[in-house]
């Protein structure tokens, strides 16, 4: 199956600095990727939609300026947390489709695990 | 809103049994429904989707029904094995979204041997 690589598995890092997480798929081209966050023991929530040459398109509650989107080329979407502070400590997943796949599958990133301390 | 429920109680099985567990909505009427598999610290596996029109699939020891009149969806792990081990999260597209996926919590399975 497609594959998802994202980086770096685990970050920590002090409150106030940025922390950017890189998502890409290898084997396929990805116009789409979406951004989850997952808090122990509670559903991924997803955070945004990151589409290829475009602004990425945000769900409610989440602050784009705070959780910077880019995916600038097919296959790769960084997210990155400004001004990370420890309410953000958090599993932050990437996942995209590849053309051709069973329709709405999701291929998932190992995710990223975010300590601001 | 669209709502979706999972048990989110841990079902613990014994090997060799068959494991359902179930996933229900509200507000809403999918074109489909995924379910995946996520492992402690891992991103989530696709294991099977089945669409509005179908009402029941089946992958080697999985098989997954969609009921769209109760809104509910079953899972059923056939010949448990500890292996099986892990949460699994029932997924619907948003409304208007299609690839765009809403995560139930996710029912922690376990088998002991």
């Known amino acids: 199956g497609a594959v998802v690589s994202q980086h770096p598995s685990w970050v920590i890092c002090k409150s106030g600095t940025s922390v950017k997480i890189e998502c890409r798929s290898l084997?396929?081209?990805?116009?789409?990727m979406f951004w989850y966050r997952q808090f122990p023991k509670q559903s991924l929530m997803l955070m945004a939609t990151?589409?290829?040459?475009?602004?990425?398109?945000?769900e409610q509650g989440v602050e784009k300026d705070k959780f910077l989107i880019n995916h600038a080329s097919l296959t790769l979407s960084t997210l990155t947390v400004t001004s990370a502070h420890p309410e953000d400590s958090s599993f932050y997943i990437c996942?995209?489709?590849?053309?051709?796949?069973?329709?709405?599958?999701?291929?998932f990133g190992e995710g990223s695990r975010l300590t601001v301390l | 809103s669209q709502k979706i429920e999972q048990n989110s109680e841990a079902l613990n099985i014994q090997e060799g049994k068959t494991a359902t567990l179930t996933c229900n909505y509200t507000?809403?009427?999918?074109?489909?429904l995924q379910w995946y598999r996520q492992d402690p610290g891992r991103g989530p596996v696709f294991l099977l989707l089945?669409?509005?029109?179908?009402k029941e699939k089946r992958k080697e020891r999985l098989k997954v029904t969609f009921d769209t009149t109760l809104k509910q969806s079953l899972f059923h792990i056939t010949a448990s094995q500890p292996a099986d081990s892990a949460t699994y999260l029932c997924?619907?597209?948003?409304?208007?979204?299609?690839?765009?996926?809403?995560f139930g919590a996710g029912t922690r399975l376990a088998v002991h041997p």
């Open positions: 997924a619907l597209p948003f409304s208007g979204g299609y690839n765009k996926l809403i």
């Open positions: 084997d396929f081209q990805a116009t789409t």
């Open positions: 990151s589409n290829e040459g475009s602004k990425a398109t945000y």
């Open positions: 996942s995209a489709t590849a053309s051709g796949g069973v329709t709405g599958e999701l291929f």
């Open positions: 507000n809403y009427s999918p074109a489909y």
């Open positions: 089945i669409r509005e029109n179908e």
